[in-house]
T-cell receptor, first 110, second 115 residues
Framework: QQPVQSPQAVILREGEDAVINCSSS?????VHWYRQKHGEAPVFLMI?????EQKGHDKISASFNEKKQQSSLYLTASQLSYSGTYFC???????????FGTGTSLTVIP | SAVISQKPSRDICQRGTSLTIQCQVD?????MFWYRQQPGQSLTLIAT?????????ESGFVIDKFPISRPNLTFSTLTVSNMSPEDSSIYLC????????????FGPGTRLTVL
């Protein structure tokens, strides 16, 4: 049930863009994105509901393709503070089951 | 949002013993969850802590090994029983606020090492 993320790891220079993908084998009700810095707890970024909506704040946005059971996280003009591991989390319905993806390590260098 | 604290923050335990981890939230919350995260790995949901009833466990996790209590809407405990080195991990509690689609807020985690 664990969603698969790609790429596993990416290294960017400040100002570059990145896309992180999340793919599930099951139908999804919602997709959540979190960022976890080393030694810290995951921090919520955004939720997307089925319906193909796109969300964003600042230079981080995401899309959700319900039919393909996929979501993508877009980071534009990356900053050093964007470094960390990004996890998608998927929920097949409105219940309690919530599964984190495999994770993508993102490193932004000067 | 919610502020979550966990105790202990870390512990080193001997094989065969048990450890109880506490999770305290600064406000009443609907959902509370327990996760495990191996170093460098993703988070795995252990169970949903239900207030006033037995926890709901995910596949691969059983009540005898990971008993959970949730006596009220702000507090929960997870016990790791009869520990082995394979239980060495970070254990995190998280909470979801009211509503059918919710963001989760995570506690700082408990780093457990079993010798």
């Amino acid at each position: 049930q664990q969603p698969v993320q790609s790429p596993q790891a990416v290294i960017l220079r400040e100002g570059e863009d990145a896309v992180i993908n999340c793919s599930s084998s099951k139908a999804l009700y919602s997709v959540h994105w979190y960022r976890q810095k080393h030694g810290e707890a995951p921090v919520f970024l955004m939720i997307l509901l089925k319906g193909g909506e796109q969300k964003g704040h600042d230079k981080i946005s995401a899309s959700f393709n319900e039919k393909k059971q996929q979501s993508s996280l877009y980071l534009t003009a990356s900053q050093l503070s964007y470094s960390g591991t990004y996890f998608c989390g998927t929920a097949p319905n409105t219940g309690n089951q919530f599964y984190f993806g495999t994770g993508t390590s993102l490193t932004v260098i000067p | 949002s919610a502020v979550i604290s966990q105790k202990p923050s870390r512990d080193i335990c001997q094989r065969g013993t048990s450890l109880t981890i506490q999770c305290q939230v600064d406000s009443q919350v609907t959902m509370m969850f327990w996760y495990r995260q191996q170093p460098g790995q993703s988070l795995t949901l252990i169970a949903t802590a239900n207030q006033g009833s037995e926890a709901t466990y995910e596949s691969g996790f059983v009540i005898d090994k990971f008993p959970i209590s949730r006596p009220n809407l702000t507090f929960s405990t997870l016990t790791v029983s009869n520990m082995s080195p394979e239980d060495s991990s970070i254990y995190l509690c998280s909470v979801g606020l009211a509503g059918d689609v919710y963001e989760q807020f995570f506690g700082p985690g408990t780093r457990l090492t079993v010798l």
